[in-house]
């Protein structure tokens, strides 16, 4: 029963696979677009950030589609735009459509990260939650890593290599929306918005026999009370709470600069003097160290905690990010490789391991799917801000201020986990989402 538990979340969890692969595959080809149709920094920037805002859009509409047509067929259509996106791009013969289907990508990547982990969480047992929604993070490092090898591999084979670049995400998109037929419902969403008890009731008797009537009593009493008190609406003081943890939560997220890393990194190697094809084997570096370092979050998650792994992975994130903004203030860039390396490793354990976890955990039934899309849309519309300004930024003030910024604000995140994260790990979702609201509602 649990490998048929893993083998699920696993399939979900694909959807993180490409989100991995989409974000990371233009790191690649960015320069050759620059240079190709003649982009200015701006619009350059645009071209590479416009995926991004796709998936903001994505993750702030993705509430609706998880709770009307549930979270199974979301992920279906996920898996559609995918394919939609790798196809178109690799075929674009001017920036305007590449743009176009790089946003429907972004589509697919906002609302994957929305339905995926509140997917996975779900359907998991309590106390493997956290490793089983991990998959989620661990499949978007691997897509990363594989990106960013078959970037490697693929540049210079040939004039249109960068097509090929893109082109390839269509494979694994194509096996995702073969899958998805294959894995049943969210047996919470069955209960809270179809009042399909029996299904539910039939799924949890598969994926956690020792608990399906504790938990079927536990998603309906949780309902009971929600609906008794009108508690379907978000933006109400009872969820000023959660609603404020995973904004601050996905807001330290991407001042922590990932997303400007792992969008430029061959970029930034260059700016340290390695030539092209150096600074593209260097981020397949980044990709396996992001997929090592998140495998042992995944293993320490629920054993030492969802704000051990924070706390240990903002002292990290201070001193990597603090080294690599001595080294553009000195031009003394030989470590700087290393420091970066260190930098996704201390990432990969705490935020990278532990973001979509937290952020599926914390609200209640009645309100995961909107908070969940909440989440999402703040991590991504900080992170297509990111990504649009780097290069200006960049050029304008060099390495040095910006990686000091980057510092500054894990300095702030250490300081929010010490005095302001809860723990979640342990506890069912009902007794969190109890937990939270009642918090809430006695703070007002």
Known sequence: MKSNVTLISLVAAMGGFLFGFDTAVISGVEQTIQQLWKL?????????????????????????????????????????????????????????????????????????????????????????????????QFNVVLGILIAFASNYFLKGSGPHDWRWMLGVEALPAALFVALIPFIPRSPRWLIVNQNNEAEARAILGKLDPENVEASIQAIKQEHQ????????????????????LVILFAVFNQVSGINA??????????????????????????????????????????KAGRKMLMLLGSVGLITSLGLVAGAFYWERFAGVPFFLFMYI?????????????????????????????????????????IANVFPYFANRFGGDTVFTFFTAMMVLQLLFVWFVMPETKGRTLEEIGRSMSTESARAK
């Open 345 to 385: 490793a201390f990432f990969a354990l705490s935020q990278g391991a532990v973001i979509w976890v937290f952020i599926s955990e914390v609200f209640p039934n009645e309100v995961r799917g909107t908070g969940q899309s909440l989440g999402s849309f703040t991590h991504w519309i900080l992170a297509a801000v």
């Open 261 to 302: 890393i792992i969008y430029y990194a061959p970029r930034i190697f260059e700016m340290t003097g390695l030539a092209d094809r150096a600074a593209l084997f260097s981020t397949v570096g980044i990709g396996v160290i992001n997929l090592l370092f998140t495998l042992v979050g995944m293993v320490l998650i629920d």
């Open 40 to 136: 200015d920094d701006l619009t350059h920037g645009f071209a590479v950030a416009v995926a991004l805002y796709g998936t903001v859009a994505g993750a702030l509409f993705a509430g609706f589609p998880v709770d009307k047509m549930g979270r199974k067929k979301t992920l279906l259509w996920v898996g559609i735009l995918y394919l939609l996106s790798a196809v178109g791009s690799a075929v674009a013969p001017e920036v305007y459509s590449f743009m176009l289907f790089r946003f429907i990508g972004g589509l697919g990547v906002g609302a994957s990260s929305v339905a995926a982990p509140m997917y996975i969480s779900e359907i998991s047992p309590a106390k493997s939650r956290g490793r089983l929604v991990a998959l989620f």
């Open 225 to 244: 009370e929600a609906a008794s008190s009108h508690r379907s609406a978000l933006f109400t003081r009872r969820y000023s709470r959660p609603i404020m």
